[in-house]
């Protein structure tokens, strides 16, 4: 879904955070996919994110999240639709495993 208000642990919509787009995959991960313009992340010395998106990278994780970023800086270096797809799935998939791998389930296989 596209920009949805987040949800409680509960799973009642708490709208304390808009997030750009959510989904279940089928083996129960909740993702917040956000799209990370250059307003999120430092400009000196680090890069790291801003301290708003740390905020919510937090408070989406504390309401069971599984934070997918996409940052802005990347995505114009992918000539096509096609790579697009494909960085974006590598993102999702390598959450997911860690996800998974946090909760105890076996490695998935290779990234």
């Not at 709208?15 to 000196?44: C, K, M, N, S, Y």
Request: net charge positive; proline share 6%.
């Amino acid at each position: 879904a596209m920009e949805q208000l987040s949800r409680g642990r509960d799973g009642q919509e708490d709208g304390a955070l808009l997030i750009d787009i959510t989904a279940r995959t089928a083996e129960g991960v909740l993702l917040a996919i956000e799209a990370d313009g250059p307003h999120h992340f430092r400009q000196q010395p680090d890069g790291a994110f801003m301290g708003p998106t740390q905020y919510r990278n937090r408070a989406l994780a504390v309401r069971g999240y599984t934070v997918v970023g996409v940052p802005w800086f990347a995505w114009p270096q992918l000539k096509g639709s096609k790579r697009q797809q494909q960085f974006l799935m590598q993102l999702i998939k390598q959450a997911v495993q860690q996800q998974l791998h946090a909760r105890g389930h076996p490695f998935l296989g290779p990234l």
